[in-house]
């Protein structure tokens, strides 16, 4: 009998495709289903976009190996990181593209890490982080995430031991699931720690441009020192709508750009020609549109947020992103068995916190992928099954 390697015992099925099993096997029952679950844009990516990579894929040429990235591609998002972020003088080399940032990420600890090396994860996170630095055989160690502090990492709580081992510390704001923000002196304090002790800061930059409230979506590389210890994952996945393309970029510090492209010669041929293309096209979209949508995210986030505090359930308002990281309500002690009691009972689904690791546990995330009138009905279907008042 082939059995898999034991490497593969430490993941198990996704959470995203056991809740989608779930979601099919209410619909056999003739439920109707709200998928909150998974952050899937519900926005078309640009009739542009969509031209410019039926144009490229009609062309046979580019059916080639690319083997590297377009110089225009790299020129286009110096450009627009320049433009959009005010960060100057990046160079070409200071550029790869990567098959979306789950796929950059989840290889980035097998170009940098050693065994005995450490990796400072967030908890809650995103799951890749783990995976990406167990492949590298780090060493795994997580900064807690906490409502008290705005789930922004404590610095002075992590052992000088752990921070004088550490390769790389991955950070994400707008965070992905908590939906908080982070300020600038975060990101300041941040460098001057990455240089006292010598490691890497890995920012990723998903949801730059789903931001609510005024807040400003920087890039971390805007800052003074910041190439010099990190480097960031740029995604066009939610700013543009091509989740399913998968484009997205690292950008910074050389040499680790250097080690994970010797990495990506060993397992890949190169984006795809009509994508570079379409991202190509993609980063010149005007700046209004940008905002427009994430107008429509904080009307999403209002319906919903403000509804279910309306029903008495007291979720806070998401400072960014396009998720609502909401605490579960009384008595219920347990994320899971809260999502599957919800799911039974509104056919509302959710994502339960521990998904995201053990301080994700009292908490749901809610994807703000659906319209404001059928997040409504969403809040009214919540309130009509008397979920909330079960045991008070």
Known sequence: MIKPADRLNHFQTGIFAALDQKKDELIKQGKTVYNLSVGTPDFPPSQDVRDTLIKAASDPVNYR???????????????????????????????????????????LGMALCNPGDVVLLPDPGYPVFYAGAYFGQAEIACYPLRRENGFLPVLEEIPESVLRRTKYMVVSYPSNPVGAAAPVSMYEKL????????????????????????????????????????????????????????????????????????????????????????????????????LKQCEVYQQRRDALCGGLR???????????????????????????????????????????????????????????????????????????????KQGR
Not at 77 to 100: A, H, K, P, T, W
Not at 209 to 232: H, M, N, T
């Open 65 to 107: 190996y690319s083997l590297g990235d377009l110089p225009e591609l790299l020129e286009a998002v110096r450009d627009y990181y320049q433009r959009r972020f005010g960060v100057q003088g990046l160079s070409l080399n200071e550029i790869m593209s990567v098959n979306g940032t789950q796929e950059g990420m989840g290889h």
């Open 191 to 290: 460098i001057a720690y990455a240089k006292k002790y010598d490691f890497l800061i890995v920012n990723d930059n998903a949801y730059s441009d789903i931001i609510f409230d005024g807040r400003q979506g920087i890039s971390f590389l805007s800052l003074p020192g910041a190439k010099d210890c990190g480097v960031e994952f740029f995604s066009l996945s939610k700013s543009f709508n091509v989740t399913g393309a998968r484009i997205s970029f690292l950008v910074g510090n050389k040499a680790v750009i250097d080690a994970l492209k010797l990495l990506r010669t060993q397992y890949d041929f190169g984006m795809f020609y009509p994508v570079q293309y379409a991202a190509i096209q993609a980063l010149q979209t005007p700046r209004d549109v940008i």
């Open 310 to 388: 309306r029903i008495g359930w007291p979720v806070p308002d998401s400072q960014g992103t396009m998720f609502v990281f909401a605490p579960i309500p009384e008595p219920y002690t347990s994320s899971t068995d809260f999502c599957k009691e919800l799911m039974e009972q509104t056919g509302v689904i959710g994502t339960p916190g521990t998904a995201f690791g053990e301080m994700g546990e009292g908490y749901i995330r809610f994807a703000l992928t659906k319209p404001v009138e059928e997040l409504e009905e969403i809040v009214a279907v919540i309130d009509r099954s008397g979920i909330l």
